[in-house]
């Protein structure tokens, strides 16, 4: 579902933009949420659609949703939304966009087109006359001269999404997908997204997206490896923005303006209200601690995180009470992102985010629950993972069970409210 169309008068309608924020599948209406607070936009100007959000806004909206969104994976300005039967009707779609009050002919471009259900036979070729329809329009209004395609690091990046029955073309803001903080540098195999991280705290209402409040309990991660979901959850106490440390794609279109994004980021670090939360993380493998206290001091949230190495079977709780946050690998994610390595207590411990054990977790999981139950009384622990069967894998009873994927993985968020002995039914 689109906006109405504006009429083009040559000048980008930079007060008047219709926005597209793309998000994992299961966080649109925290992503909702978290828009709203960004820019105020309430009833029709602000849907949440199956698979991200659309709000009407500014072009000063859309700078500060990529600084701040830790839900969104892009922000894109719908351009055109137009029905098509054909491939020369994407190019006469194309051909009606301004493309020249974006950005110049000197520069360089890529096309990216997504596709659900659509009618026509090739992907590539419905790109090619995409981008033929650019470089022709460019050439009419620039003396022949037209921008030039680059695919590793375009200038500007134009994205198509064909349905059915309609075409959607926008121009992205972001550059890098947003889940690219700008801290990780140090990351082992099949790392949790940042985004993803954002999502699981807001939907275990740790954070909450609409109000920036954070809870007052501790939040521990005892497999932490690179250190995401700490990192995460400190930068949100801190009040650092999300995208503090990176460059975006708008600074290369035309309407960016250096002064007015000084001042959004002012504006930013003058809003910010650090809370004091204890957060800590353990990772089985050292190198993986080394890692996220490397992430750590490169986003700024070294002083807020206590880092340290050990099995999660053996940790006892850093503190009294808390939230137990954590995303083990699993064999799908890990086929991914690389080769899980197996240590020499193969199932003791499986460490998130890729550390040096793998594997379904073997008597893993049902150890972690007898530990928890009788060392973590009075926690709240969340777990990710695509194993529908975990809570009986593990004995325990879920309190609740959130829908989440991890990209193309469709998992689920459970709750488990520790108590002394078993919580199964």
Request: glycine share 8%.
């Given at each position: 579902?689109?906006?109405?169309?504006?009429?083009?008068d040559?000048?980008?309608?930079?007060?008047?933009?219709?926005?597209?924020?793309?998000?994992?599948?299961?966080v649109?209406?925290?992503?909702?949420?978290?828009?709203?607070?960004?820019?105020?936009?309430?009833?029709?100007?602000?849907?949440?659609?199956?698979?991200?959000?659309?709000?009407?806004?500014?072009?000063?909206?859309?700078?500060?949703?990529?600084?701040?969104?830790?839900?969104?994976?892009?922000?894109?300005?719908?351009?055109?939304?137009a029905?098509?039967?054909s491939?020369?009707?994407?190019?006469?779609?194309?051909?009606?966009?301004?493309?020249?009050?974006?950005?110049?002919?000197?520069?360089?471009?890529?096309?990216?087109?997504?596709?659900?259900?659509?009618?026509?036979?090739?992907l590539?070729?419905?790109?090619?006359?995409?981008?033929?329809?650019?470089?022709?329009?460019?050439?009419?209004?620039?003396?022949?001269?037209?921008?030039?395609?680059?695919?590793?690091?375009?200038?500007?990046?134009?994205?198509?999404?064909?349905?059915?029955?309609?075409?959607?073309?926008?121009?992205?803001?972001?550059?890098?997908?947003?889940?690219?903080?700008?801290?990780?540098?140090d990351?082992?195999?099949?790392?949790?997204?940042?985004?993803?991280?954002?999502?699981?705290?807001?939907?275990?209402?740790?954070?909450?997206?609409?109000?920036?409040?954070?809870?007052?309990?501790?939040?521990?991660?005892?497999?932490?490896?690179?250190?995401?979901?700490?990192?995460?959850?400190?930068?949100?106490?801190?009040?650092?923005?999300?995208?503090?440390?990176?460059?975006?794609?708008?600074?290369?279109?035309?309407?960016?303006?250096?002064?007015?994004?000084?001042?959004?980021?002012?504006?930013?670090?003058?809003?910010?209200?650090?809370?004091?939360?204890?957060?800590?993380?353990?990772?089985?493998?050292?190198?993986?601690?080394?890692?996220?206290?490397?992430?750590?001091?490169?986003?700024?949230v070294?002083?807020?995180?206590?880092?340290?190495?050990?099995?999660?079977?053996?940790?006892?709780?850093?503190?009294?009470?808390?939230?137990?946050m954590?995303?083990?690998?699993?064999?799908?994610?890990?086929?991914?992102?690389?080769?899980?390595?197996?240590?020499?207590?193969?199932?003791?411990?499986?460490?998130?985010?890729?550390?040096?054990?793998?594997?379904?977790?073997?008597?893993?999981?049902?150890?972690?629950?007898?530990?928890?139950?009788?060392?973590?009384?009075?926690?709240t622990?969340?777990?990710?993972?695509?194993?529908?069967?975990?809570?009986?894998?593990?004995r325990?009873?879920?309190?609740?069970?959130?829908?989440?994927?991890?990209?193309?993985?469709?998992?689920?968020?459970?709750?488990?409210?520790?108590?002394?002995?078993?919580?199964?039914?």
């Amino acid at each position: 579902m689109a906006f109405p169309s504006r009429p083009n008068d040559g000048e980008p309608p930079v007060n008047d933009l219709s926005l597209f924020l793309p998000c994992a599948a299961g966080v649109e209406e925290l992503l909702a949420q978290e828009v709203h607070a960004l820019t105020g936009r309430v009833g029709q100007d602000l849907l949440t659609l199956r698979g991200g959000v659309r709000v009407r806004a500014e072009w000063r909206d859309a700078l500060k949703l990529n600084l701040h969104s830790r839900l969104a994976q892009r922000v894109l300005v719908e351009l055109a939304h137009a029905p098509y039967r054909s491939e020369n009707d994407l190019y006469a779609i194309a051909s009606g966009v301004a493309w020249e009050i974006w950005f110049t002919p000197k520069q360089t471009f890529k096309i990216e087109t997504t596709a659900q259900h659509s009618p026509l036979q090739s992907l590539n070729f419905a790109t090619l006359r995409i981008k033929d329809a650019i470089a022709d329009r460019f050439r009419a209004k620039a003396n022949g001269v037209r921008p030039s395609i680059e695919t590793q690091w375009p200038d500007c990046r134009v994205f198509a999404h064909l349905t059915t029955e309609h075409c959607t073309l926008y121009i992205d803001t972001s550059g890098e997908p947003l889940f690219k903080r700008g801290w990780r540098q140090d990351k082992g195999d099949a790392p949790l997204k940042e985004t993803l991280a954002a999502a699981m705290l807001a939907a275990s209402g740790w954070w909450n997206p609409e109000t920036g409040a954070v809870a007052a309990e501790p939040l521990y991660d005892p497999c932490c490896g690179s250190g995401t979901i700490a990192i995460e959850a400190a930068q949100i106490a801190r009040g650092i923005p999300a995208g503090s440390l990176r460059r975006f794609g708008f600074e290369k279109l035309l309407p960016f303006q250096a002064h007015v994004w000084d001042a959004i980021k002012k504006e930013a670090a003058s809003l910010a209200a650090p809370r004091d939360v204890a957060i800590f993380g353990s990772d089985v493998s050292h190198r993986m601690v080394d890692f996220a206290e490397r992430n750590a001091e490169r986003a700024g949230v070294a002083d807020a995180i206590e880092f340290r190495g050990g099995d999660a079977l053996q940790r006892m709780p850093p503190a009294e009470g808390g939230v137990i946050m954590l995303n083990p690998p699993y064999g799908e994610r890990i086929e991914v992102g690389g080769v899980a390595r197996f240590g020499a207590r193969e199932a003791a411990q499986t460490p998130g985010e890729g550390g040096s054990e793998g594997g379904d977790g073997g008597e893993f999981f049902p150890q972690l629950a007898t530990h928890w139950k009788k060392n973590y009384a009075g926690w709240t622990a969340w777990v990710l993972t695509p194993d529908l069967k975990l809570p009986r894998q593990m004995r325990l009873k879920e309190s609740r069970r959130v829908p989440m994927w991890n990209g193309p993985i469709e998992c689920r968020l459970f709750r488990f409210d520790m108590v002394a002995g078993s919580a199964r039914k």
